[in-house]
């Protein structure tokens, strides 16, 4: 059994009662990889969730996504894929040799969100939702920024750029 200092106790306990506290539950979108309506969904889902008011709090987006247990997670035929090939080379993986079709996605270095919108970037018929969302994370950024500017958020990430 590991040993975990009384620091690693605590801070496990103030990150789960933030958690409660700030009731990010329902800010996990969770969706089934391989359905096209699911992937519809979960984008719309993603956009109701950035628009609630614990969606970010200090510098940390709360929203993140996770496959629906049961769903298949394989990489598949992502592996042939250009995009994800860069994808995958710019978290340090060479596609060729460290990434297999039926290693599981979320197993990778990418995040929740950069895997979900990998997946549904596969899909034309989903342009348009994605170009909806793209617009919503612009927006809520520009908004988080003018916070900045305006001295309501301090952000010692964000304080070091130029406005």
């Keep these: 059994m590991p040993h975990y200092s009384h620091t690693h106790y605590v801070n496990s306990c103030s990150a789960s009662i933030m958690s409660v506290a700030l009731d990010t539950q329902s800010l996990v979108v ?49 592996v042939e894929n250009k995009i994800a090939q860069e994808v995958f080379a710019y978290v340090g993986y060479s596609y060729k040799s460290d990434i297999q079709p039926t290693q599981l996605l979320n197993s990778t270095y990418l995040t929740s969100e950069g895997a979900f919108f990998l997946r549904a970037c596969q899909h034309q018929a989903l342009e348009s939702e994605l170009e909806e969302t793209a617009k919503l994370i612009c927006h809520s950024r520009d908004n988080l920024m003018t916070l900045v500017r305006c001295g309501y958020l301090k952000n010692k990430y964000l304080d070091c750029y130029h406005f």
């Design 30 to 78: 969770e969706y089934d990889p391989q359905s096209l309506e699911s992937l519809r969904q979960a984008l719309r889902h993603y956009r109701e969730a950035l628009l609630k008011e614990n969606a970010f709090d200090n510098d940390h987006c709360h929203v993140r996504f996770q496959v629906n247990n049961g769903c298949d997670d394989q990489i598949g035929s992502l």
